[in-house]
């Protein structure tokens, strides 16, 4: 009978890092598992340390305390330390800083350490032919688009076969109408080279796309990891809500497991009475009716109670319209998106229902 296959150790693991500066721990106990062809993104607001742990594992900074693994190996505590040059991770930061005196081969070919004249040209041009540059492979950086050379960068980093990349906000400097584009293939050719990837990113479409597994930090902290659709689909709490998109909160307190609102009332499970919650939910969760005379339409399990709210503000933003009520129960503004064109006249009165399958209720 065959033996079982030993599972495959992470491709970088790091485990309870914490970097203090002036007294504050700005990375505080943050664990990570990355397997190879992996991508995972730390994402999170600027200030949150998510560059920090990026610096750590690279080795251009030390942790207070914690440790960083590489394909089972330890790379790094706080005694024994794997130099950064020898721990084959790539580097991707915003700003790339191509040599300039190098030709574009000259570039991509500044990481490899090993391999004849002939084996490092081949290798080169195996990568410039992958990210469609081959024709610039002997022009010079100041010949290129700010696209082509961030692909000249990719090329440069991935051109030692390194086992992890690590990059920091690498694509926040390209123009929108690239920058799409330019992650497709980085990603692909990622995918392709089985590199482990941690991403670092503050904007959260760009985890969504890129990234398999999601790492939301704040304050230092990880609050909460998983595939992109359960991040976003069951957020941790309020806030990782809103880090997404815009919300609408509604107060309320419970009472028998209840919480009555103006759009009737939502399940709290478990949660005590007397406790005072919010009940959040995004605009494209938000169900638009007509006016009937002074009456919205009925009730539904689904939907609840209809809420009666005057159009403040619509707005056109290409692909959907975002529209601001200004509701009747107590003054406050909800925002509802609707696919394509919507835009009503400000003052006309509408009814309002939330989607009840895509509320999340919150202790205050």
């Known amino acids: 009978m065959r033996a079982p296959l030993t599972e495959q150790p992470p491709r970088l693991e790091i485990r309870n890092l914490v970097r203090h500066f002036d007294g504050r721990r700005v990375v505080d106990d943050v664990s990570l598992r990355i397997m190879a062809g992996q991508v995972t993104c730390l994402l999170g607001p600027s200030g949150c340390g998510k560059s920090t742990t990026l610096r750590m594992i ?98 440069r980093a991935l051109a030692p076969r390194p086992r992890i990349m690590l990059m920091d906000e690498p694509f926040s400097g390209l123009d929108n109408r690239l ?7 980085t990603l692909s050719l990622l995918k392709d080279e089985d590199t482990a990837v941690l991403l670092v990113t503050h904007e959260p479409e760009e985890a969504m796309r890129m990234a398999d597994e999601i790492a939301l930090m704040r304050g230092g902290k990880i609050v909460q990891r998983g595939a992109p659709y359960n991040v976003y689909t069951r957020p941790a709490d309020k806030a990782a809500v809103a880090f997404f998109s815009d919300v609408n909160v509604l107060k309320a307190q419970v009472n028998g497991a209840l919480a009555q609102t103006p759009f009737g009332r ?67 503004v909800l925002k509802a998106t609707v696919p394509n064109v919507f835009l009503p006249q400000k003052g006309r009165v509408m009814w309002l229902t939330v989607r009840r399958d895509r509320c999340f209720v919150f202790p205050a």
């Open 266 to 332: 939502f399940l709290a499970p478990g949660v005590p009475d007397g406790t005072d919650v919010d009940i959040v939910f995004r605009p494209q969760h938000v169900r638009l009716d007509f006016d009937r005379n002074g009456q919205g339409p009925l009730p539904t399990p689904a939907e609840g109670v209809a809420a009666r709210g005057v159009v403040e503000r619509a707005r056109f933003l290409g692909h959907e319209s975002l529209v601001e009520f200004r509701m009747d129960y107590d003054g406050s």
């Open 58 to 155: 690279a080795g251009v900074e030390m942790q207070d305390s914690g440790e960083i693994w590489v394909d089972g190996k330890l790379v790094c505590d706080t005694i024994f330390r794997v130099p950064p040059e020898r721990r084959e991770i790539g580097l991707m930061f915003q700003d790339f800083a191509l040599f300039p005196h190098l030709s574009v081969a000259e570039n991509v070919a500044f990481g490899l350490r090993t391999g004849t004249r002939t084996e490092k040209r081949a290798r080169v041009a195996e990568l410039l032919e992958r990210v469609d540059l081959i024709q610039f492979i002997d022009g010079y950086p100041h010949q290129l688009s700010g696209g082509e050379q961030q692909r000249v960068a990719l090329a």
């Open 179 to 185: 920058r799409d584009g330019i992650r497709d293939e």
